[in-house]
C-alpha cells in the first residue's frame, strides 16, 4: 500500500473527512512517521520507491516468521 492509501484507510476509520487537504497532509505525516518507526526501529516494514514521492509499504517477510 502506499502512504496515501494508509492515510485514507486511516482517515475513513477515525470519521475524519478525506477531502480535507489540510487535514489529510497532517494525518499523512504522522502515517510516514509510523511507517518509519516500524521499518527502522522495529524492522516490521519495508518500503519501495512508489509513485511520485510516495513509498510503497510491505510487511517484511523475514519478520513474520
Given at each position: ?60 517477510p523475514?519478520?513474520?516468521?
Amino acid at each position: 500500500l502506499t502512504t496515501n492509501e494508509l492515510t485514507e484507510a486511516v482517515m475513513k476509520e477515525r470519521g475524519l473527512a478525506i477531502n480535507n487537504a489540510s487535514l489529510f497532509r497532517t494525518i499523512s505525516r504522522r502515517v510516514g512517521a509510523s511507517m518509519r518507526y516500524l521499518k527502522n526501529e522495529r524492522g516490521l516494514l519495508r518500503d519501495m520507491p512508489g509513485p511520485g514521492q510516495q513509498h510503497l509499504w510491505q510487511i517484511n517477510p523475514a519478520r513474520t516468521e
